[in-house]
C-alpha cells in the first residue's frame, strides 16, 4: 500500500505544482515547434518535453501519448547520434512504466541503460535522476536499504530535493527516526525557500504520520495541521481526504473519538463526491479502518459493522490489483517455469547416467585403487605446503604488524613536530622547500619576571608547572587551529593561518590568545588559593608575510623569518602582564568582529622598530 501512495505523490500534478491549463499551454506550444521532417537534436528535446508533459496529465489515456513521444524521440536521437537525447528518452520511457505501466522489471532496464548513457556524459543532472527513480522502484518494492543506497548516489551527483524527500520516507519505514526526521527537516527547508506549498503539505503530512508511529501526537496533531492549513488555500477539497484520514487516527489514539469520526467521515464524503478524479483507496482503507474502531469504542456495533466491512472490501479490491501481487504472481511463474525446467534436465541426466553405468562399472573398480594412491600423495604434499606457507603467513603478519606500529609512531612522532602538509610533503619527497606566506599571525608569550619567581620552585617544580601551562597552550591551539611553533625557555610562539589561510586565521589566534591568558589567571587564583607560586604573562600578535621551512638536517626543527615576526616579538615585550597586545596590522584584520574590546595604546615605542601603534584586546563581557 505504502508503494502506490508513494507513486500518486511523486507522479500527481498536484505535488509537482503544475496548472493544468499551464500544461495544455506549454503542451500546445511544443506541438507547433514540432516539424516532422526535421531531423535535430532540437526536434529530439521537442519530443523529450511532449513526453513528459503528457506523463503529467490526469487522465490514463493521456498519460498513455508519453510513451509514444519518448519512443518517437529515442529512434530519432539514435539515427541521428544524439545520445543525450537518447538517454533522457530512455529516462522517460523508465519514468511512464513505473508511472502508468507499474511494471518495474520493464522501467528498471530502461533505467539502466539511461543511467550508463549519463554516466558516460558525465551528465550529473541525469545520472542523479536515474538514481532517484531506481531507488524509487527499491522504496515501491519494499527493499527500503536499497531505496536509501540509491538516493544516496543520486544526491551524490545532484541536490534532488525529490531524492531528500523519499530518502525520508524510507527511513520512517526503516524505523531510522533520527535520520528521517534529518532528511524531512532538509526538504522542508527546501520546499520553504522555495515557496513550494504543494510540496511543504506533503512533508508536514507524512512528518506528522511519522510522529505519529513514535507516538508523539502533539507533534503529530502539529504538523498534520500545518498540512492541512497549507492546502486549505488551495481551494480543492479533494486534496483535503488523505489529510483529513491520517489525522482521524491521530484523533483515534488520543481518544478523541467525536473528532476522529468528524475527519474520518468528511474524507470518505470528499472522495466519494469527486467526479473524474483517481479513486485514493488507500484513503478509503484508512478512514474505514478507524471509523470502525472508534464506532466499536462508543459501542455503536451497527456503524463499526459498517465500516468494518469497507474497509475489508475496499482493501480486499486493493490488494488484488497491488503492484507487489503482480510481482509476486510474475516471480512465481518464473519460479515454475524454472523448476520445470530442471526437472527436465534432471530426467534426461538420470536416463544417460543409467545407460552410462554398466560400462563405468569396470573403470571405477581399477580407478579407486590408484585414485585413492595418487589422491593420498596428494594430500600429503598439499599439507606440507600448505604447512609451510602458514607458518611464513604468521610470521610475515606479525613482521607487518610490528612495521605497521612503528610505522605509526613514527608518523605520529613526525606530525608532533612539523605541520601535517610539511610532515607528507617530507615523507613523499624526503625533503621540504621553504614557503613564503602572505599572511601569517605570529604569538608570542613569555612570564613575567620568569627569572626571579623561578627561584620559587625546584627545578622539578619548575619543569613541571611549566609543563602544566605548555600543555594547556598546546590543547588551545590545536581546538583554534593555530599551529605551535617552539618553545624557549617560558617563552611560547604560535602561528595562524599556515594550515587554516582562511580569512578568520587572525581571528582563531586573537581567541587562542585570550583563552591562554583566562588560563593563567586561573590557574593563577587556583595557585594563591593554596599559597603556591604561579606564573603571571604577557602575550603579543603582529600579522604579515613570513617564509617557514625546516632549519638543519638533523634534529631539525620548524620555523619562521621574516620581519613580521620580530614585529610579533617587540610587541609582545611592549604589552602589560595580564593583557593581550596588538598591532595595527591584525587590529584592522578584527576591528569589525563581534565580541572583542579595543584599548587604543596609541603610538608605542618598540625596540629596533621605532614608534608603533598598539593595542590591548580583550572579550566583550556582555557576550560571554
Known amino acids: 500500500m505504502r508503494a502506490i501512495l508513494l507513486l500518486l505523490l511523486l507522479l500527481s500534478s498536484a505535488f509537482f505544482g503544475y496548472s493544468q491549463n499551464r500544461r495544455i499551454s506549454e503542451t500546445d506550444s511544443l506541438i507547433n515547434m514540432l516539424d516532422v521532417n526535421e531531423e535535430t537534436p532540437a526536434q529530439v ?14 487522465l490514463v489515456e493521456e498519460r498513455d501519448s508519453s510513451l509514444l513521444f519518448s519512443l518517437k524521440a529515442k529512434a530519432l536521437a539514435e539515427k541521428i547520434d544524439y545520445d543525450l537525447g537518447v538517454a533522457e528518452a530512455l529516462y522517460d520511457l523508465g519514468k511512464y512504466y513505473v508511472g502508468v505501466e507499474n511494471n518495474p522489471a520493464e522501467a528498471t532496464g530502461y533505467l539502466l541503460k539511461s543511467l550508463e548513457l549519463f554516466t558516460e ?11 532517484m527513480h531506481l531507488g524509487l522502484i527499491s522504496y515501491m518494492l519494499e527493499y527500503y536499504e536499497d531505496a536509501v543506497k540509491n538516493f544516496h548516489l543520486s544526491l551524490k551527483y545532484d541536490n534532488n530535493d525529490i531524492s531528500i524527500y523519499l530518502m525520508a520516507l524510507s527511513y520512517t519505514e526503516m524505523d531510522s527516526i533520527r535520520l528521517a526526521k534529518e532528511y524531512f527537516s532538509k526538504a522542508i527547508e527546501i520546499y520553504t525557500e522555495r515557496e513550494s506549498q504543494y510540496r511543504l503539505n506533503e512533508c508536514y503530512l ?4 511519522l510522529y505519529l508511529k513514535t507516538s508523539s501526537l502533539d507533534s503529530a496533531f502539529y504538523y498534520m495541521n500545518k498540512s492541512i492549513g497549507g492546502r486549505d488555500t488551495i481551494g480543492d477539497p479533494f486534496t483535503l481526504v488523505r489529510p483529513y484520514s491520517f489525522i482521524a487516527e491521530v484523533y483515534l489514539e488520543s481518544g478523541v473519538l467525536d473528532s476522529a469520526i468528524y475527519y474520518g467521515e468528511s474524507a470518505l464524503r470528499m472522495r466519494n463526491s469527486e467526479e473524474g478524479k483517481s479513486a485514493d483507496e488507500l484513503s478509503t482503507i484508512q478512514a474505514a479502518k478507524v471509523l470502525s474502531q472508534a464506532y466499536a469504542r462508543k459501542s455503536n456495533f451497527e456503524r463499526a459493522h459498517f465500516y468494518l466491512t469497507m474497509f475489508n472490501d475496499v482493501k480486499d479490491h486493493f490488494s488484488s490489483g497491488s ?25 534426461e541426466k538420470d536416463r544417460e547416467l543409467a545407460e552410462a553405468e554398466i560400462s563405468t562399472q569396470r573403470i571405477i573398480r581399477n580407478a579407486v585403487i590408484v585414485g585413492s594412491l595418487l589422491l593420498l600423495g596428494l594430500l600429503i604434499l598439499v599439507y606440507n605446503r600448505y604447512k609451510i606457507k602458514r607458518d611464513s603467513n604468521v610470521t610475515l603478519r606479525r613482521m607487518n604488524d610490528v612495521i605497521s606500529l612503528e610505522k605509526q609512531r613514527s608518523d605520529d612522532l613526525l606530525l608532533n613536530i612539523l605541520p601535517e602538509d610539511v610532515a607528507e610533503e617530507l615523507k613523499s619527497k624526503g ?3 621553504a614557503r613564503e606566506y602572505d599572511t601569517v599571525s605570529i604569538l608570542f608569550s613569555d612570564f613575567k619576571e620568569f627569572t626571579r619567581k623561578s627561584e620559587w620552585f625546584t627545578p622539578k617544580e619548575l619543569v613541571a608547572e611549566i609543563g602544566t601551562c605548555f600543555q594547556a597552550f598546546d590543547g588551545i591551539m590545536e581546538r583554534f587551529s593555530v599551529e605551535k611553533i617552539k ?9 595562524g593561518g599556515l594550515s587554516d589561510q582562511s580569512n578568520r586565521s587572525i581571528k582563531k589566534t586573537v581567541d587562542a590568545a585570550l583563552e591562554m591568558q583566562h588560563f593563567i589567571d586561573s590557574r593563577k587564583r587556583e595557585m594563591d588559593h593554596k599559597g603556591l607560586p604561579a606564573f603571571e604573562m604577557r602575550i603579543g600578535i603582529h600579522a604579515g608575510p613570513v617564509v617557514a621551512g625546516i632549519v638543519g638536517v638533523k634534529k631539525f626543527q620548524y620555523d619562521l623569518w621574516g620581519d613580521t615576526v620580530n614585529t610579533a616579538s617587540r610587541i609582545e615585550s611592549s ?19 563581534e565580541g572583542f574590546v579595543f584599548e587604543s ?7 629596533g622598530k621605532g614608534s608603533v601603534e598598539m593595542w590591548f584586546v580583550s572579550k566583550n563581557p556582555i557576550l560571554e
Open 45 to 58: 528535446d521537442i519530443l523529450i518535453g511532449l513526453s513528459d508533459l503528457f506523463s503529467k496529465r490526469a
Open 121 to 131: 556524459l558525465n551528465h550529473k543532472e541525469g545520472i542523479s535522476k536515474s538514481y
Open 206 to 209: 507524512y512528518l506528522g504520520k
Open 323 to 347: 503492484l507487489k501481487q503482480r510481482v509476486a504472481d510474475m516471480k512465481s511463474m518464473f519460479q515454475f517455469e524454472q523448476e520445470m525446467n530442471l526437472q527436465k534436465l534432471s530426467q
Open 431 to 433: 625533503k621540504s622547500e
Open 487 to 495: 618553545t624557549i625557555g617560558d617563552a611560547y610562539m604560535a602561528a
Open 575 to 593: 604589552g602589560e602582564v595580564g593583557k593581550v597586545n596588538i598591532s595595527k596590522a591584525v587590529y584592522d584584520a578584527i576591528k569589525e568582529e
Open 601 to 607: 595604546r596609541g603610538a608605542i615605542n618598540a625596540k
